[in-house]
């Protein structure tokens, strides 16, 4: 038997072990991008990792080491038992979602957070997103890490196996002190600020930062500030300052000739949305040739945009700023918040007011990620959405294929009273990638999965414009053409490359003069309503995020976010911005200090406009 003193101390030294071999193990089911880091980063990764994992091992040392306390005091009180299945349980709950952890890192590029809390409403979607993770090795490994510990604690930390041995007061002063001496590793120390995700960052490559962070920790951090939007985290400089400089960027804007680009003064607008359409695999935009060939050859009968930048890297994020124009947030999203969406225009609203007919297609579920109140607020006079079709066309995850939501597009608009504003929004290019029609290009690897789905998008595309070209309303319409996202494959794109943000934006269709243009300006997704709006000579005021990528440009930028960070790409070179560290992450040779400060004022200004809403 050992003495009732050691337990607490050797209880602590149990989780920090847990939390050091979970660090183990994401670095091995990671190997490919571990074997990046040298032996050096590896040891850092553990030891600056050590303050969060102590951290989190103080919260869950607090009712243990409290029980303690208490049967100290109370002989009779059975304190083994309690924190015996308090830890099994703990180590069961902790081992599931650090098993879910190591797959979702491969599709997001970021630790687990409260991220997964924005689709509660629609746990299949969710679900979908990661439909290709191997969940028996998942399933194996939750086990495996709960089940050793387990015995671990049976055999050497087990309460049970401590004995009190002298006097009762010594004892409990020495368990209170013990208790009390959490506070320093839960806050990290001494210092005024508590600890933060901070402290483990010390490398250049984002990677290795990641591995250091405690999951358990910052998914706690993140479900705490997630319901907070109140305060602005991004301080780079006084809020004058950032708002100057933002101001500055957008200055002076242009106007174009309408007459030299469109057959007609209000043409009907069909704005179509491409699920994860990375440029990547788009041929026109130097990506792989033959996947989008119905792409590019609309590309090639209008205008494209080749300098283009999602604004963001999830569906919901690229919504928002593609009809509203308005920038993307970091680690939360807008359209959760029904009450700041209502303060947002949206292209929807303003082709409503000039007389247009508005509807919205989408073979899912619009309460998707609270889609479904964001388009409200926008005022569509209709709403078509997966259970508006049969279910024998669906997927086995989302909804509708794209061929069969293109079908139900057509077939309406041959009904629908002109002008009209119609905005139709693809799947079948998102997890799991599964499409109706014999794939192209083989194999089974998510990368020819994604490359396939793409091309099966292209496909259905292709059929609906060959379609589209012999009724009476496609020499009045213009064809906006425009990804939600870019996408991490192919490549495996780390979280804050410039790679994974590249898009195609296209300007094609009947009511289109100018042809085979190439505009080589570069551009954010949250210009494309100004453009399309300032082409059409539409009231653009609001959309004060955007300029009009038709028209000359004096400060031509982008700016995208990744989770938690930025991109800024100008002419002068792209860099990308951890805000956590703080620290640039990369830099082209041209890049200036002036751009660095321009992209931390867009930040936080842009994050400041959120807050107020």
């Not at 007389?355 to 078509?384: D, P, Q």
């Not at 790679?499 to 243009?517: D, E, N, V, W």
């Not at 930028?557 to 703080?582: E, M």
């Amino acid at each position: 038997m050992k003495k009732r003193i050691y337990f607490q101390p050797l209880y602590f030294l149990f989780w920090l072990l847990y939390f050091v071999v979970a660090r183990a193990l994401f670095l091995v089911y990671h190997a490919d991008k571990s074997g990046q880091l040298s032996g050096g980063d590896i040891f850092y990764t553990f030891l600056y990792g050590l303050r969060l994992d102590a951290s989190f091992t103080a919260y869950i040392c607090a009712i243990p080491f409290l029980l303690s306390l208490v049967a100290s005091a109370w002989h009779r009180f059975s304190a083994a038992t309690v924190i015996r299945y308090y830890t099994f349980i703990l180590l069961g709950l902790i081992s599931i979602l650090l098993a879910a952890d190591l797959e979702l890192y491969t599709f997001w590029g970021f630790r687990l957070d409260a991220t997964p809390l924005q689709y509660l409403n629609t746990p299949g979607e969710m679900v979908a997103t990661t439909a290709a993770a191997p969940v028996f090795l998942l399933s194996l490994v939750a086990f495996a890490l709960s089940t050793g510990f387990i015995l671990l604690y049976l055999r050497i930390f087990d309460l049970k196996k401590y004995t009190l041995v002298g006097k009762k007061f010594a004892v409990g002063a020495l368990s209170f002190l013990f208790l009390i001496l959490l506070v320093l590793p839960l806050r990290g120390g001494w210092q005024q600020i508590p600890i933060n995700q901070s402290v483990v960052y010390f490398s250049e490559k984002p990677y290795a930062n990641h591995v250091g962070l405690n999951m358990p920790w910052n998914l706690m951090h993140a479900m705490l500030k997630y319901s907070k939007s109140s305060s602005n985290p991004y301080k780079y400089m006084p809020d004058e300052e950032a708002e100057a400089t933002v101001k500055t960027l957008y200055a002076a804007p242009s106007t174009t000739d309408t007459t030299a680009i469109l057959t007609t003064v209000k043409p009907n607008v069909l704005f179509i949305i491409l699920e994860s359409y990375t440029a990547k695999l788009v041929g026109h935009l130097g990506g792989e040739q033959g996947v989008t060939p119905n792409l590019d050859q609309l590309a090639a009968e209008g205008i494209t945009f080749t300098n283009l930048y999602s604004s963001g890297d999830r569906s919901e994020k690229g919504m928002v700023a593609l009809l509203s124009g308005y920038p993307v947030q970091t680690i939360t999203s807008i359209i959760k918040t029904p009450k700041k969406t209502e303060k947002l225009p949206q292209l929807s609203k303003v082709f409503k007011e000039q007389g247009y007919k508005t509807s919205y297609y989408y073979g899912g579920e619009l309460e998707f990620a609270n889609i479904k109140s964001y388009l409200l607020n926008g005022g569509y006079n209709k709403l078509v959405d997966k259970y508006d079709f049969d279910p024998s066309t669906y997927n086995s995850k989302w909804g509708a294929h794209d061929h069969v939501l293109f079908e139900r597009v057509l077939e309406e608009l041959k009904q629908e009273k002109e002008p009209f504003f119609s905005t139709v929004y693809t799947l079948s290019s998102h997890e799991p990638y599964e499409i109706p029609i014999a794939p192209k290009f083989p194999g089974k690897d998510n990368e020819t999965l994604f490359q396939n789905s793409m091309y099966y998008t292209d496909w259905a595309l292709g059929k609906f414009i060959e379609q589209a070209k012999q009724q009476p309303w496609w020499d009045n319409t213009l064809i906006v053409l425009a990804a939600d996202h870019g996408h991490p494959l192919p490549g495996n794109d780390a979280n804050h490359l410039p790679s994974k943000f590249r898009m195609p934006f296209i300007l094609t269709g009947g009511a289109l003069k100018q042809k085979g243009l190439q505009i080589e300006t570069i551009g954010s997704q949250t210009d494309i309503a100004t453009t399309l709006l300032a082409t059409l000579n539409l009231p653009h005021q609001e959309f004060s995020w955007g300029r009009n990528l038709l028209a000359p440009i004096a400060n031509p930028f982008a700016f995208y976010v990744f989770n938690d960070g930025f991109g800024y790409v100008t002419p002068q070179g792209i860099l990308t911005f951890d805000n956590v560290s703080k620290q640039v992450i990369t830099q082209d040779t041209g890049v200036t200090a002036e751009q660095l400060e321009h992209g931390k004022a867009y930040m936080q200004y842009s994050f400041g406009d959120f807050v107020k809403k």
